[in-house]
């Protein structure tokens, strides 16, 4: 497919400002939040409607010109990476909020909608959306849609697919279908739940029907420091076993903490081992009583020191902290790489432990930011790409630590997705009959092959030359993931 | 031991195969009424059965799906807690893995989340005998398409379920039922408002006369959402839950006649069709006794923005869900075969054409 005709026939859909060729135009478009892959599209489409989506999937579909859709670009596992032979298609103009229903607790939006901006827009009403993923600010529904985000509150309120009733997807020969729907189920089997998370790879979401939440009466936070990470982590486990589960529950380690504390001043104990933010919501009595029971279960798990936060001033920059984590580590090292495993709770100390082991043997440094709650892990390795070798390093270490993941009965994703940054991993995580059950299932949507090819799913021929590689000997097409 | 009835259930599945005759997946034999008729071989995995792994501290349970949901429940209850759909059995040897196949939530399920909503993975076998693992043992899991999820209320049409993980809930520290004499409507409007509020609802329920509301959580939580709601307080308010509503016990389901599920957004008015109701899930699951048509019913319900489900009592070879839209229908063909490309897996229970 060249680039001219493609052009020209999009022209025929779109208006000039609506699609991009030039060099300068597509170079904004050449990586999401995993800057380390990067490569040029070659074209960029902005519809700004829905007929416009499926005219275009309908012409890519016939010219089998591949498809990658893309919100704002803060996926952080290379999900949006575009291919020189591919059309990258922005929902970003399908942004505004079509209905927000306040008796049905319901909004219905266009997918470049930012998630924020959905429980701005629902505040006024006593209501909220629940999942808030650290880039809430700025990532789109429609991304969260594709990655099924989390965010720190799920554990008590779940992920985006507990938190989406119906979703208006384009096909990949442009036919528009509804799934889900405005009722709590729909009949036949639960496509909701296969959409979300897919990575674009089943269907272009063109619009979403959210539920909202009442916002909580009151939310209250503690923070613990601990001497020692176990004992932060049971302390984790023992909060759980007394019945109470935390709208948040937030772990850092050391190097985290100081990064955190020197970038937002969020009064965190800076020589704690371990710090814990416990954060519990609902009527006023109630969280008063959970309050004292966290506070008295982290003092008796060895706490070195227990606050509640004084003021709603002061719970927003004990958070404020924890969402900046990320931003903060990358103020004490020129790069970082953040790997999204998760593994069942108990398992902690002992990946912990092997973490620091491989740090030590990789000679990087590397933050923990975890969501304890859920088990869902943040290392964040500390590289410079300018030294020769080191990105290198880095992910083969990464990949370490989501091998490990694995090998203690969690997963190489939590919610990040896999993208084009883990699918080496997922011929560790799935056997090979598992791996053609995806594969047959994309077939089920997409025959040709044309939504996000390359993502997700790796190839049989991939998956054997990264079992050669991980054995020690040379490969190939593991080794050229796309990075230049 | 265990291996060998997995390994029977394959070869069972294999000859099957062979042959080319379907079979039909069968547990406790609670949901035979359920679906489309039963059709083909009966292929018996009610005795591959047992609790796998069990963590407290972690919110999952692992078991087998001939496990009895009795057992599961009472084993959780051990240690404080529950499974958070409140699946209704109907019947005291139903199993987990016909559970989650039939994807039923109980009246929880507005305020707590649905079957799918706590099934975290599975391990099942495909049309071709594959042995598949998807998912997992964690709360947070995105690598791979969502298939344990898939699985979920897809009445065994896509494979054999073996076994299940499913995030489990701590038994709330208090909870209470109030009842107040209201007019479906009332009680609609009632259950409707409350939801917009953080109240503590755990259940909520018309009978046609009376409104049931159910507050579970914190002693204090529940103390003050009483002074709200208000009503008078049901001493068995459990067992009304349990027996009445989730198992079907209130006269209401026991009568002749054809019973409708119509799952709508709880604001659908309460005139959408004669005939007698029973309104649950705050309104968004709602029981119909009607002499109409099928395609009458799931008309009116279509119109009110949901479906309907000819749930029990009704003619079986119609066809018992909402029909769909050509395009998913081809999405559900599409998928049946890539899951079961020999069509082995319980034909017509969810739809006549596969």
């Known amino acids: ?484 | 031991m265990t291996g060998d009835r997995e390994q029977k259930i394959l070869e069972q599945l294999q000859d099957a195969a062979a042959e080319g005759t379907p079979v039909c997946i069968t547990g406790g034999g609670t949901k035979g009424f359920l679906g489309g008729q039963p059709r083909g071989i009966p292929l018996d995995v009610s005795g591959h059965r047992g609790i796998i792994s069990y963590e407290p501290k972690e919110l999952v349970i692992t078991a087998r799906c001939g496990t009895p949901l009795a057992e599961l429940e009472s084993v959780l209850a051990g240690s404080g807690q529950m499974i958070g759909f409140e699946p209704p059995a109907f019947g005291e040897h139903a199993t987990l893995g016909g559970t989650v196949a039939a994807g039923l939530s109980g009246p929880r399920r507005p305020y707590a989340g649905s079957a799918r909503d706590f099934v975290l993975g599975v391990r099942m076998l495909n049309g071709h005998g594959q042995n598949l693992r998807f998912g997992g043992e964690v709360m947070k899991n995105v690598a791979g398409y969502d298939i344990s999820r898939l699985m979920t209320g897809a009445m065994g049409t896509l494979g054999v379920i073996l076994e299940v993980s499913l995030k489990v809930l701590p038994i709330p520290a208090l909870e209470t039922t109030l009842v107040q004499s209201r007019s479906p409507s009332d009680a609609l409007d009632a259950m409707v408002n409350w939801a917009r509020s953080p109240l503590p609802l755990s259940a909520a329920c018309s009978d046609g006369e009376r409104l049931y509301v159910r507050l579970s959580g914190a002693a204090s939580a529940v103390n003050a959402a009483r002074e709200i709601i208000g009503g008078e307080p049901m001493e068995e308010g459990e067992a009304f839950w349990r027996d009445r509503v989730r198992e079907h016990g209130h006269a209401f389901f026991r009568n002749a006649g054809p019973l409708w599920r119509i799952s709508v957004p709880a604001t659908a008015t309460t005139e959408m069709l004669p005939g007698s109701w029973f309104i649950e899930w705050g309104g968004a699951q709602r029981w119909l006794r009607t002499d109409l048509q099928p395609k009458a019913v799931q008309a009116a319900a279509a119109e009110a923005g949901g479906h309907a489900t000819c749930f029990r009592g009704g003619d079986r070879q119609v066809g018992v869900y909402q029909p769909l839209s050509e395009s998913l229908m081809r999405l559900h063909r599409n998928l049946k075969q890539a899951f079961d490309p020999q069509g082995l897996f319980n034909p017509g229970r969810l739809y006549p054409d596969f």
């Open chain 1, 1 to 484: 497919m060249k680039k001219n005709e493609l052009y020209t026939a999009l022209r025929r859909i779109l208006p000039e400002d609506a699609v991009l060729i030039e060099e300068e135009d597509l170079r904004p478009y050449e990586c999401d939040g995993l800057s380390a892959y990067r490569q040029l599209p070659m074209l960029v489409a902005l519809p700004r409607s829905v007929d416009e989506v499926q005219e275009i999937l309908r012409l890519c579909h016939d010219l089998e010109v591949p498809v990658v859709a893309r919100g704002t670009g803060t996926g952080l596992s290379g999900g949006a990476l575009p291919l020189a032979d591919g059309l990258v298609l922005s929902l970003a103009r399908l942004n505004r909020i079509l209905d927000i229903d306040p008796v049905g607790r319901t909004a219905r939006v266009q997918p470049g909608v930012r998630n924020l901006a959905i429980s701005d827009a629902a505040r006024s009403h006593g209501l909220y959306y629940a999942p808030d993923p650290s880039s809430q600010i700025a990532c789109t529904i429609g991304g969260n849609i594709a990655e099924n985000s989390g965010g720190v509150h799920c554990l008590k309120y779940g992920l985006t697919v507990h938190n989406v009733l119906k979703l208006e997807v384009v096909t990949v020969e442009g036919e528009l279908v509804t799934i889900g729907g405005d009722a709590l189920d729909s009949p036949g089997y639960d496509l909701l739940a296969l959409m979300i998370g897919s990575e674009g790879m089943l269907g272009v979401v063109v619009e979403v029907t959210v539920r909202l939440l009442p916002i909580p009466e009151r939310a209250q936070v503690v923070l613990a420091a601990f001497d020692d990470v176990e004992k932060a982590g049971t302390a984790v486990g023992e909060i759980i076993a007394a019945g109470i589960i935390p709208a948040g529950l937030e772990m850092m380690d050391r190097l985290a903490i100081r990064a955190a504390e020197d970038f937002v001043h969020a009064g965190y104990p800076t020589d704690a081992a371990a710090m814990l933010l416990c954060e519990v919501d609902g009527s006023n009595q109630e969280v008063s009583e959970h309050i004292l029971a966290v506070r008295e279960l982290m003092q008796s798990c060895g706490a070195t020191e227990v606050r509640t936060a004084r003021s709603e001033g002061e719970r927003q920059r004990f958070w404020q902290g924890r969402k900046s984590a990320f931003p903060a580590v990358g103020r004490i090292s020129p790069d970082y790489y953040c790997m999204d495993g998760t593994i069942p709770r108990h398992r902690l100390p002992e990946v912990l432990k092997r973490t620091t082991e491989l740090s030590r043997e990789y000679d990087l440094r590397v933050a923990n930011v975890f969501h304890a709650g859920d088990g869902n892990m943040h290392p964040l390795i500390l590289y410079d790409a300018n030294n020769p070798g080191e990105l290198e390093r880095t992910e083969e270490l990464g990949g370490k630590i989501l091998e490990l993941c694995v090998a203690v009965g969690g997963t190489i994703t939590g919610e990040h997705g896999v993208g084009v940054e883990k699918i080496n991993q997922m011929c560790v995580q799935f056997d090979a009959e598992e791996l053609e059950q995806f594969r047959a299932l994309k077939r089920a949507f997409d025959s040709r092959q044309l939504l996000n090819p390359g993502k997700g799913v790796p190839t049989p021929r991939r998956c054997s030359e990264y079992r050669l590689l991980r054995a020690g000997k040379g490969g190939g097409e593991a080794q050229e993931v796309g990075r230049s």
